[in-house]
């Protein structure tokens, strides 16, 4: 059964890093494209980064650029998201996804995991 398990959020005071890593059981991440997804409250989940199966080319949410950095680990059959200067409105329910290629539409994703909270306060 493929599966992703996401890790390392937290609480962490404006301007504060976390890195957030996607782990893979059941199949092999290199495979696949894997998208970050966040999901604040009362808001729709949307795409925040992207990394292609071979990590060859990358996609970060304009609300992001510069702050956020996307990457793979094959050897640990995982993906990360580096995540610095993180502000306020970054607080959400962080959610990896794969798919066979990066898109916009998540319904191209599956084998969601069970998301990892991020809060971004004093």
């Known amino acids: 059964q493929l599966k992703l398990v996401e890790s390392g959020g937290g609480l962490v005071q404006p301007g504060g890093s976390l890195t957030l890593s996607c782990a893979a059981s059941?199949?092999?991440?290199?495979?696949?494209?894997i998208g970050w997804f966040r999901q604040a409250p009362g808001k729709e989940r949307e795409r925040v980064s992207c990394?292609?199966?071979?990590?060859?080319?990358?996609y970060l949410a304009e609300s992001v650029k510069g702050r956020f950095t996307i990457s793979r680990d094959g050897a640990k059959n995982t993906v990360y998201l580096q995540m610095n200067s993180l502000k306020p409105e970054d607080t959400a329910v962080y959610y990896c996804?794969?798919?066979?290629?990066?898109?916009?539409?998540?319904?191209?994703?599956?084998?969601w995991g069970q998301g990892t909270q991020v809060t971004v306060s004093l």
């Open positions: 996804a794969a798919a066979a290629a990066c898109s916009a539409s998540r319904s191209v994703f599956g084998s």
């Open positions: 059941g199949f092999t991440l290199d495979y696949y494209a």
């Open positions: 990394i292609s199966s071979r990590g060859g080319s990358t």
